[in-house]
């Protein structure tokens, strides 16, 4: 009987993959977080009322759970999840500010994309600009505390080594 030979260099990639997208699950709970705290910040000096897209998002997609908080479920489920592609950047070796910059551009794409197939939101170019100016700080704010995160979880010393 022929054995496969297993492609170590193949190993090697799924093990970074899956190690970082763990990482990353942890690093996006620590951004959505730090986004959260901001955000209500943000609204106790502008006055500005919590956004109810992400529940409209969410309750418009085929094959969404029925929940009770379809909002806080949408919110936290997306930047977690989100956070495991960070997580697969820092595991990789895409780390500090630039990658988390790269990292907001995923996350507004993500919001746009899933805001605008359900028909609930708009191109952001046709917002108002403080709006515009609110959404892109409160994304800063998640992606770079899902890198600062992400990042500290896949330093050699802190994880397992690539070779392992």
């Not at 800063?140 to 979880?153: E, F, K, S």
């Given at each position: 009987?022929h054995?496969?030979r ?13 190690r ?36 409209r ?32 950047m820092a595991d ?20 746009q ?7 609930v ?19 800063g ?10 990042d ?6 802190i994880c ?5």
């Amino acid at each position: 009987m022929h054995r496969l030979r297993q492609d170590p260099v193949r190993s090697r990639t799924s093990r970074v993959l899956l190690r970082g997208a763990a990482h990353g699950l942890v690093a996006g709970a620590v951004g959505t977080a730090a986004m959260t705290l901001g955000e209500k910040l943000e609204q106790a000096i502008t006055g500005r009322p919590d956004s109810r897209v992400p529940a409209r998002t969410m309750m418009r997609t085929p094959g969404s759970p029925a929940t009770r908080a379809p909002n806080l479920l949408m919110h936290w489920g997306q930047g977690i999840l989100l956070g495991a592609v960070r997580g697969m950047m820092a595991d990789s070796g895409l780390r500090g500010p630039w990658s988390s910059s790269m990292f907001a551009v995923v996350r507004l794409t993500n919001d746009q994309t899933w805001e605008n197939a359900t028909g609930v939101g708009a191109p952001p170019w046709t917002w108002p600009r403080r709006e515009l100016v609110i959404a892109l700080l409160h994304k800063g704010v998640y992606a770079i505390g899902t890198g600062l995160a992400a990042d500290r979880a896949g330093e050699p010393e802190i994880c397992f080594p690539v070779f392992l």
